[in-house]
């Protein structure tokens, strides 16, 4: 794609910014801002990956990736403020997550332990497991809040938090997993994925790119149930107080 083609392109984001003003959706500004962050994270990533593919040093990967997921985590903590220590649970849950897909992929020897299979493959797997992480977060909140009572009440019982938090936290599972379980049925007949138009459209033959694309689906859906499981037992201690009490207060406020 050249650069006029690219410029051009911003037609797309003109055309978003109009209708947000004709709806008086106030979004206007978000897009603006999305567009620009966008932009300059895309360009300068695609300089730093250059690099790193040129120097096929592992340290550097390992780096780039602990970046990655930095980054994820910080993303779900905002997200989830008013669960402690959020920030290091989500990275521990990413980290974990990524540990176990890449060495399945690479002790396998599915993918080449280079630069340019494991960076493009990482950022998917923690992308998908960072917006998995987000609902899953907002998710529990609401669940919590409104089934409170009937948590109370196990614990009054004398049940264990875990007894009363556990159905709730299988419901909050299920639901976050929803979209990537839904968008995988449609895959092919609805949406053709993302990757796999990419290399499509630089020329490759159409049944590698569907081969390489049905990698990334199976890996994506082990990584949101690991992610989802993880994330919810690290994050459910922190409901309750030492003397097993449920304690939302900062979440209604």
């Not at 990757?195 to 949101?224: D, E, H, K, Y």
């Amino acid at each position: 794609m050249t650069i006029v083609a690219l410029i051009l392109s911003l037609g797309f984001v003109f055309i978003a910014i109009v209708m947000s003003k004709s709806f008086k959706l106030g979004l206007d500004r978000d897009i603006i801002i999305a567009t620009i962050r966008a932009s300059v994270q895309l360009l300068a990533i695609g300089y730093v990956l250059h690099l790193i593919f040129g120097m096929q040093s592992y340290g550097f990967i390992v780096l780039f990736i602990l970046l990655m997921i930095t980054v994820a985590s910080q993303n779900v903590a905002r997200k989830g403020r008013f669960i402690p220590g959020l920030m290091w649970k989500s990275f521990l849950t990413l980290l974990c997550v990524e540990i176990v897909t890449q060495t399945f992929l690479i002790g396998l020897h599915i993918i080449p332990a280079t630069a340019r299979y494991m960076i493009p493959i990482s950022g998917m797997i923690i992308g998908s497991s960072m917006i998995l992480s987000s609902l899953l977060v907002s998710r529990l909140k609401s669940e919590v809040l409104l089934r409170k009572p009937e948590i109370m009440l196990i614990l009054a019982l004398g049940g264990t938090p875990r007894q009363a938090i556990f159905p709730i936290l299988k419901d909050c599972i299920r639901s976050s997993m929803i979209p990537t379980i839904e968008g995988q049925k449609t895959l092919g007949l609805v949406q053709l994925p993302g990757m796999m138009t990419g290399q499509i459209i630089a020329g490759a033959n159409p049944i590698a790119a569907v081969r390489l694309q049905l990698l990334i689906v199976f890996t994506t859906m082990t990584s949101a149930i690991l992610t989802s499981v993880l994330l919810s037992l690290f994050i459910y201690p922190a409901l309750f107080n030492h003397q097993q009490q449920l304690h939302t207060e900062a979440w209604e406020r």
